[in-house]
């Protein structure tokens, strides 16, 4: 069993700062991509930032400059830092991680978080 958990969402001031952190746990055998999606209401499901195992990085053009992706291997951690939020910035972000689980080790598998609202807002 593979659980994901999130943590660090809330409320912020225009400008402010927030700090997401997701854990990997369970029977995990290895994980490749580790990143951050978000929704807005009325609105898809995007990609904020993405890292590879190896370190790369992505991010949508609209945090470039102001979040920044981390990951911690040895504890099966992803870290989003937020910084200069702003209102657009309002949604649900939800933590995903590609990994092989002990339990199909023949193949890879998408898992989700439960999801963290970030609410950005004077």
């Known amino acids: 069993q593979v659980q994901l958990v999130e943590s660090g969402g809330g409320l912020v001031q225009p400008g402010g700062s927030l700090r997401l952190s997701c854990a990997a746990s369970?029977?995990?055998?290895?994980?490749?991509?580790m990143g951050w999606y978000r929704q807005a209401p009325g609105k898809q499901r995007e990609l904020v930032a993405g890292?590879?195992?190896?370190?790369?990085?992505n991010y949508a053009d609209s945090v470039k400059g102001r979040f920044t992706i981390s990951r911690d291997n040895a504890k099966n951690t992803v870290v989003l830092q937020m910084n200069s939020l702003n209102p657009e910035d309002t949604a649900v972000y939800y933590c995903?991680?590609?990994?092989?689980?002990?339990?199909?080790?023949?193949?890879?598998?998408?898992?989700w978080g439960q999801g963290t609202q970030v609410t950005v807002s004077s």
């Open positions: 369970g029977n995990i055998l290895s994980i490749s991509n």
């Open positions: 890292m590879g195992s190896g370190g790369s990085t």
């Open positions: 995903n991680v590609r990994l092989v689980a002990g339990t199909d080790p023949f193949r890879s598998s998408t898992y």
